[in-house]
Structures are given as structure tokens and as C-alpha cells.
């Protein structure tokens, strides 16, 4: 399995970006994903989940309300659109995929937010 975030950038705060997740080498539909980001000198932290079949949802507290986590099982593609950012959502953002006690990681891709 194999996974590859794309979409990371510059913004000034209160801009928008949406980040992608391209997945191959399984069963993309059978997977629970997720996004998770991890800032300069700090520890990886959860941001957002959505369940194999998209039904259902989690986010952090922080990002509620201002980023969307959905999935296309036809381009088996993972997205997270982010709006109103800002400078505390500066971090390299990774893509997560589960199954059966497995995980799987893409690569990372930055996104800095400047005041």
C-alpha cells in the first residue's frame, strides 16, 4: 500500500487549501483513513478520520468547523479541506491509511500559514 500527500503550500492566515491523498496497492474502499500533522519540535497529532465507507467522521477540537474530511472511492482519493487557517496549523500534514491493525503512511506535505 502505498500513499502520496499533495497539496501543501504558503497561505496567509485566514486562506483555504486542500490537501490530497493519492492511494494505491489495495483495497482503497476497505481502509479507514486519516490525516494527521505534525509542527516544528512537536509530537504528531491526530487532525481528522473518516471511515471506510465515509459515513462517519472525527476531527480535533481545534479544526472543527473549519476543516472537511472526505474520501472518493472511485479515484481512491483522500482529501481535507482546509479553510479560515492559521498560523497554529503550520505543520507537515500526512496521510493515514488502517486496516485490520495495519497502518500505512504517505509522505508528508507542508503547509506554513503565515499572520
Known amino acids: 500500500v502505498q500513499l502520496q500527500a499533495s497539496g501543501g503550500g504558503s497561505v496567509q492566515a485566514g486562506g483555504s487549501l486542500r490537501l490530497s491523498c493519492a492511494f494505491s496497492g489495495g483495497a482503497f474502499s476497505s481502509y479507514a483513513l486519516g490525516w494527521f500533522r505534525q509542527a516544528p519540535g512537536k509530537k504528531r497529532e491526530f487532525v481528522a478520520t473518516i471511515s471506510w465507507g465515509g459515513g462517519s467522521t472525527t476531527y480535533r477540537d481545534s479544526v472543527k468547523g473549519r476543516f472537511t474530511i472526505s474520501r472518493d472511492n472511485a479515484k481512491n482519493t483522500l482529501y481535507l479541506q482546509m479553510n479560515n487557517l492559521g498560523p497554529e496549523d503550520t505543520a507537515v500534514y500526512y496521510c493515514?491509511?488502517?486496516?485490520?491493525?495495519?497502518?500505512?503512511w504517505g509522505q508528508g506535505t507542508l503547509v506554513t500559514v503565515s499572520s
Open positions: 493515514e491509511g488502517r486496516r485490520w491493525g495495519a497502518d500505512y
